[in-house]
């Protein structure tokens, strides 16, 4: 009888704190960007010019067109060593990309679909029309990373590279966010400051994004992702047992909780078209580690396209991950978007026609 009255108690008390929290919580979360931040550099001219309001984080504030085809974010906490190879990398591949020439190709496939009698290429833009820029988001560092990231806006101009200072250091998920919501591109690639990925493998993603669909709607509400899953064997065996465990542990509590689709959610080399990162980042709640598993939870209840590609990807020191802490504290905030979600703490977003069928590009 005891027993029973216990789990009365419990389960009573269990309710209570689940309605609190739900009672408490605006299911949307209230994004806050300070005015500093909705500002960039010219450091030329010393001028701070407004960023685009792209996915705008004000509800009745009617999103940007984007103005380039393809938008780089990369945050960066204290990157001053490791942030000018990986820009130097990327320039360089992007340049190069927005010079081709129409007979010179990339390594991006192209398919032919009918409209009409006439055959049209769809495939991703080349040359001129390769238009891009990198926005870097500086989470708040207390080195000179905003100082570096100047340079490469005072050499390629800020229409080309952007950055943008945090006022605090919000963790990776809120940078990107802040970065995306700056973003003017169709395409939106985020990529870690640290260069692992080589950054030719956008063509991957890209591929599957032009192979999966075949008109602009479809690509701008797709999202490709880098994937390090064909690498865990090998990583595996370089790592102590107890991180082994702490890896597969991690893995297995994403699976059984929240995305079933995706083998490597941390990877940090994903494109989003634009629409579906208007959506998705504005309902997004988790701000560190773990943001790419409620980005991806919430895609997946939205049956959004996503696909997985493997991508070449080198461990780089520097890592700003704790291994022991870091995998304990995504844990927590898995477990806490599976939780608010469930009992509707947070809300899904609603994806209404104007979503899917508007053109915002």
């Not at 940090?268 to 701000?287: C, D, P, Q, S, T």
């Not at 991508?311 to 870091?326: A, Y």
């Not at 995998?327 to 979600?341: A, H, P």
């Amino acid at each position: 009888m005891l027993i029973i009255v216990c789990f009365v108690i419990l389960y009573i008390a269990l309710l209570g704190i689940f309605l609190t929290i739900k009672l408490n919580s605006t299911g949307k979360p209230k994004i806050i960007v300070h005015e500093d931040e909705r500002y960039y550099l010219d450091p030329v001219t010393e001028e701070r010019l407004p960023f685009p309001p792209l996915m705008s984080d004000k509800e009745k504030e009617i999103p940007s067109k984007s103005e380039k085809y393809l938008s780089v974010i990369i945050p960066a906490y204290n990157e001053e060593l490791r942030l000018p190879s990986m820009l130097d990398e990327a320039l360089d591949y992007l340049e190069r990309r927005s010079n081709e020439t129409i007979n010179q190709s990339s390594k991006v496939d192209s398919k032919v679909k009918d409209v009409g009698t006439s055959d049209v290429t769809w495939s991703c833009p080349k040359g001129e029309k390769f238009t891009y820029e990198i926005i870097i988001v500086d989470d708040g560092s207390r080195d000179k990373t905003t100082q570096i990231a100047l340079q490469y806006s005072r050499k390629y101009g800020t229409d080309k590279v952007r950055v943008l200072t945090a006022t605090k250091n919000r963790g990776k998920g809120g940078a990107v966010r802040l970065g995306v919501l700056s973003a003017r591109g169709k395409l939106i690639l985020f990529a870690d400051a640290d260069g692992a990925t080589k950054f030719g493998d956008i063509e991957k993603l890209e591929n599957y994004l032009y192979q999966s669909t075949d008109n602009e709607v479809d690509l701008i509400n797709s999202i490709a992702i880098g994937s390090r899953a064909h690498l865990e064997r090998q990583a595996m065996a370089s790592r102590s047992i107890f991180r082994t465990i702490l890896m597969l542990g991690f893995h297995f509590v994403v699976w059984f909780f929240t995305v079933r689709s995706v083998k490597d959610t941390q990877c940090g080399f994903k494109m989003f078209g634009r629409n579906i990162a208007r959506i998705l980042f504005n309902y997004m709640h988790v701000e560190k580690w773990a943001f790419d598993v409620e980005l991806l939870y919430l895609a997946e209840r939205i049956n959004c396209n996503i696909g997985e590609t493997a991508v070449n990807w080198t461990e780089i020191d520097g890592s700003k991950i704790v291994p022991v802490f870091s995998w304990l504290q995504m844990g927590k905030d898995v477990l806490s978007i599976c939780m608010m979600y469930t009992i509707g703490a947070w809300t899904f977003p609603v994806i209404k026609d104007k979503d899917i069928k508007e053109k915002t590009f």
